[in-house]
């Protein structure tokens, strides 16, 4: 299996910066893309930033965040970042790491991580 590990998250005032960090790990043959969701309780998961592995490191955002949040990716490592400035209370949410590609045994995996809740507020 494949496993996503989050790191960052906390309680941070309106204005300020986070960075969150997602290592991946486990039996893998090569990731494709990686990507940030976000989700409040009892409201539905929302893609926040991709970042593809195979296709030139190319991003996309969405519009809430542009501007603001940068995705970025260490290969060597298996890990991709979401930079998070001028938070806004709006961007308090349970943050989840995505990863897509093929395993070593060529199986196509989707795997979330367990998610890292951030806070935003004063």
């Known amino acids: 299996q494949v496993q996503l590990v989050e790191s960052g998250g906390g309680l941070v005032q309106p204005g300020g910066s986070l960075r969150l960090s997602c290592a991946a790990s486990?039996?893998?043959?090569?990731?494709?893309?990686m990507g940030w969701y976000r989700q409040v309780s009892g409201k539905q998961r929302e893609l926040v930033a991709i970042?593809?592995?195979?296709?030139?490191?190319?991003?996309d955002y969405a519009d809430s965040v542009k501007g603001r949040f940068t995705i970025s990716r260490d290969n060597a490592k298996n890990t991709v970042y979401l930079q998070m400035n001028s938070l806004k209370p709006e961007d308090t949410a349970v943050y989840y790491c995505?990863?897509?590609?093929?395993?070593?045994?060529?199986?196509?995996?989707?795997?979330w991580g367990q998610g890292t809740q951030v806070t935003v507020s004063s």
């Open positions: 970042i593809n592995i195979n296709h030139g490191g190319s991003t």
């Open positions: 486990g039996s893998i043959l090569t990731i494709n893309a």
């Open positions: 995505n990863a897509a590609g093929y395993d070593s045994s060529w199986q196509i995996f989707r795997s």
